[in-house]
């Protein structure tokens, strides 16, 4: 018998050379409590949590707490089924009202996760004659929802605008055309040039999909993204989103001006056969996405932890991600994955939660320690952020 | 039309800045099991081909490319 595992025996031999030399498991953390959107329990250590997708500090907020309370004692706990069947309540309407208004547009619908909304509306919209161009360096559920499908899929160089067009001018004439982007791309923390790619697209007579899920809450005016910020909004024709980063729970959804957009609630597949969101998930979600329409001085706030972090961190002597700020999320490159992970293990030592992000998640193999702020983190804890990197950085010798 | 021959030393040329092992290339060479690319070296390696010579590759067509020699025969006919 062929041991179907034995295509795993690399990844398990370099888990254990990293284990064997006494680091602590940088994928396998527990957090025993957590007291706020900023501060847990990790390993009896009260931690400062800098790698989470918090970013607008909603998860404690006492308004979305009491909403989750409220449905999960008038509606029970979860809905056992589809939304097509017996799995939409008053709330999922409700939710789904939340975001046409949060973002101005006619339809919204609520996946069970954001995976699931990328996986279900690129899978679906995008048939065998049509093609999905999309950046090369795209979530792995952008990569899912293209495998899922049957369409031809034409990756092209990271935000290059060039590189999109050409592809897009190769594309057979008569062909549907699908162009895929991210606002915030998760591993550096950098944004799109959404205003030209989006224009490219047009012109050439593709639909655009923008991805913003690092975005949502926080870049932009109204928090919408950064085809808010850029000014193109108007012209993209599906934004897919997620309840799991500033909205604070876990959900996904895609929101759309597309005439004909809710026949997708009926053929696309990841929304019919999965359940659908627990009530008490749907109402803390709609009442945070209120809340965040109203958010400019937290947003203000963030903006400034980004700024600080960023150039504390470079003053250090950390080599950076971006050159200036350009989201909530700061990446550090780390030379290798060994001293990742012992620079990870010597920052939750002094006391501060980071993401360690490693390939295939990572461009270039590249292997990360990565920051995510968050609008509740305080001036004083990003001076102390900095002071724990500081620390860290030269006891493992990242930094002189 | 460009010969298959010029294809061919052309796509060889390509394939050097990313032949980190060093191996030599032939049209039997494969890049997952000799070249030992991962997906990103592939991307990448792809998106210079396509520029190169005016054509899409597209990720499924990429999945029916395993050698040197293949790669070659499908550039002449996406450029026939």
Not at chain 1, 33 to 49: D, K
Not at chain 2, 52 to 72: K, P, R, T, W, Y
Request: net charge negative; charged share 20%.
């Amino acid at each position: 018998m062929t041991d179907l595992f034995s295509k795993f025996d690399p990844i398990i031999d370099q888990r254990d050379t990293l284990l064997r030399t006494g680091l602590t498991d940088p994928f396998n953390l527990v957090m025993e409590r957590v007291e706020s959107p900023t501060v847990a329990i990790c390993n009896g250590r009260r931690t400062i949590l800098l790698g989470t997708y918090n970013y607008m500090g909603m998860t404690f907020d006492s308004e979305v707490v009491a909403a989750g309370k409220k449905a999960l004692d008038e509606f029970g706990s979860g809905t056992t089924g589809s939304r097509v069947l017996n799995g939409t309540y008053a709330g999922h309407r409700a939710c789904e009202d939340a975001l046409k208004e949060f973002y101005a547009m006619d339809h919204a619908m609520v996946f069970s996760t954001g995976y699931q909304a990328n996986l279900g509306v690129i899978s679906t919209i995008a048939g065998k004659e049509d093609y999905i161009v999309l950046d090369i360096d795209s979530h792995a559920s952008i990569y899912d929802g293209c495998a899922l499908g049957n369409a031809q899929i034409v990756p092209f160089r990271h935000n290059d605008i060039e590189a999109l067009e050409r592809r897009l001018k190769r594309i057979p004439e008569g062909a549907g055309k699908l162009v895929v982007l991210e606002g915030v791309y998760s591993m550096l923390g950098d944004i799109a040039p959404l205003k030209d790619m989006v224009a490219v697209s047009r012109a050439n007579g593709a639909m655009v999909l923008v991805d913003e899920a690092h975005s949502m809450g926080f870049i932009g005016e109204h928090g919408r993204g950064v085809a808010e910020a850029q000014g193109v909004i108007d012209d993209v024709d599906f934004i897919i989103g997620t309840f799991s980063k500033s909205v604070g729970t876990v959900g996904g959804f895609c929101v759309s001006n597309h005439p004909k957009f809710e026949i997708l609630r009926l053929v696309c597949r990841p929304y019919v056969f999965t359940a659908s969101l627990p009530p008490s998930v749907v109402a803390t979600a709609a009442t945070s996405i209120r809340k965040l329409m109203d958010s400019a001085d937290k947003r203000a706030h963030l903006w400034e932890n980004s700024k600080r972090l960023h150039a504390g961190l470079r003053q250090l002597g950390f080599t950076l991600g971006t050159d200036e700020p350009q989201s909530a999320i700061i990446a550090v490159i780390m030379p290798d994955l060994e001293k990742g992970a012992a620079m990870w293990e010597a920052l939750l030592n002094e006391g501060l939660y980071v993401n360690l992000a490693r390939p295939p998640a990572t461009p270039a193999g590249m292997t990360l320690l990565r920051c995510s702020l968050c609008a509740l983190h305080s001036e004083e804890q990003v001076g102390e952020i900095l002071g724990m990197f500081a620390a860290a950085g030269r006891a493992t010798g990242c930094i002189s | 039309m460009p010969d298959r021959q010029q294809t061919l030393s052309k796509v060889l040329e390509l394939i050097e800045p990313f032949n980190k092992k060093g191996v030599a290339v032939s049209e039997s060479t494969r890049f997952a099991q000799d070249l030992e690319w991962d997906s990103l070296t592939v991307l990448d390696f792809v998106a210079n081909i396509e520029d190169e010579f005016d054509v899409l590759i597209s990720m499924n067509l990429q999945a029916e490319i395993e050698s040197v020699g293949q790669l070659a025969d499908a550039l002449e006919k996406l450029q026939a």
